[in-house]
């Protein structure tokens, strides 16, 4: 295997790379998992309405607190 062919193959890589993420992109997002009286998302957690949130982050299910005490779990846990 020369230069050429080990330059192509990591091209191909990026090109599969940047393919996948446009994929998840585009997906539907999910509907809220809890929702109020009312129709409005909240937070799985602490009941927190998401709808703003939500906003901006199509698959929330957590406040911004709650998904980060998720975020130091998974850290923690390595
Ligand atoms: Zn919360």
């Known amino acids: 295997m020369d230069i050429v062919d080990i330059a192509q193959n990591s091209q191909q890589r990026l090109q599969e790379a940047a393919l996948m993420n446009h994929k998840q992109a585009a997906a ?17 957690d602490c009941d927190d309405d998401i709808t703003e949130r939500r906003k901006i982050i199509l698959n929330a299910q957590r406040c911004t607190s ?13």
């Open 28 to 44: 539907v997002p999910t509907p809220p998992m809890k929702l109020s009286n009312s129709g409005r998302a909240l937070c799985i």
């Open 66 to 78: 709650c998904q980060q005490d998720v975020i130091n779990l998974k850290h923690r846990g390595r």
